[in-house]
């Protein structure tokens, strides 16, 4: 999780609406690990680069939060923190079709619990709301995380 700027935002990233898993949804830049990453910061700082363009140090990066598994893919994501003032023009990558800039408080303010109960069912869920777009599954876990560590 990259936040950046005065008034902070964060970004993510809206996946191509082709791809077989998580086609459409709103998530972190990040990926699976490969053999060539030392670890998991790797992995992370590694799609980062790759997915949008941002290249950041280690010592960006400020924190890890708790991991998260995916609820369709079981994937199991750890998340981290760079907090940054300033970003250079983003480029995203195939894997990104569009690259979202979202105002942190406000965008956190909209959480709440995800209402359908086939998520609800398997694990606790939230929803956030960005320029009529919906956040939701293990991205909005992540940001529950973080509306929990700020007591909004």
């Not at 995203?92 to 690259?99: G, M, R």
């Not at 599954?137 to 007591?151: D, E, M, T, W």
Request: proline share 6%; aromatic share 6%.
């Amino acid at each position: 999780m990259i936040i950046y700027g005065h008034m902070p935002k964060v970004i993510m990233t809206e996946k191509p609406k082709h791809l077989n898993i998580h086609a459409g949804e709103i998530a972190f830049p990040g990926g699976k690990w490969n053999q060539n990453d030392h670890d998991l910061l790797d992995t992370a700082l590694r799609e980062t680069s790759e997915e949008i363009g941002l290249s950041l140090p280690r010592q960006k990066v400020i924190g890890q939060l708790e991991d998260v598994i995916t609820l369709n893919s079981g994937f199991t994501i750890t998340p981290f923190i760079s907090v940054i003032e300033d970003i250079p023009q983003l480029h995203a990558n195939s894997e990104v079709e569009n690259i979202l800039h979202i105002p942190l408080v406000p965008f956190l303010q909209t959480l709440t619990d995800d209402t359908d109960p086939e998520h609800n069912s398997i694990q606790e869920m939230y929803t956030l709301t960005f320029q009529k777009k919906i956040i939701w599954g293990a991205s909005a876990r992540i940001l529950k995380q973080i509306v929990n560590r700020l007591k909004l």
